[in-house]
Nanobody, 121 residues
Framework: VQLQASGGGLAQTGGSLTLSCAVS???????VGWFRQTPGKGREGISA????????FYADSVKGRFTISRDKANNMVLLQMNDMKPEDTAVYYC????????????????WGQGTQVTVSS
């Protein structure tokens, strides 16, 4: 399984960015998701898309602002980030075999390299 995340960069408060994750060797219907990590903190699961019904899940911190989607034809997972805030600044990771356990988004699979997102105030 290989994942390649891209699309990070600099955004202004209230702005938007779209992250992409190219996935190979994994069936996207089994659950993929996005996580983020800031220095000194653990990795936070922020969004997941699971099953053939496109069930989506979001952490409260991004609900209503971020949208996860899958492009199965190209084996891509996307994260549209709108109305961004300085607290969204983090390294963002995509991962496979993602599940929701006790309201937490957790990966039991593989990880891509991170992509830095910085939101200026």
């Amino acid at each position: 399984v290989q994942l390649q995340a891209s699309g990070g960069g600099l955004a202004q408060t209230g702005g938007s960015l779209t992250l992409s994750c190219a996935v190979s060797g994994f069936d996207l219907d089994l659950g993929v998701g996005w996580f983020r990590q800031t220095p000194g903190k653990g990795r936070e699961g922020i969004s997941a898309i699971i099953s053939t019904d496109d069930n989506t899940f979001y952490a409260d911190s991004v609900k209503g602002r971020f949208t996860i989607s899958r492009d199965k034809a190209n084996n891509m997972v996307l994260l549209q980030m709108n109305d961004m805030k300085p607290e969204d600044t983090a390294v963002y990771y995509c991962a496979t075999d993602v599940r929701v356990v006790a309201d937490l988004i957790i990966s039991f699979g593989s990880w891509g390299q991170g992509t830095q997102v910085t939101v200026s105030s």
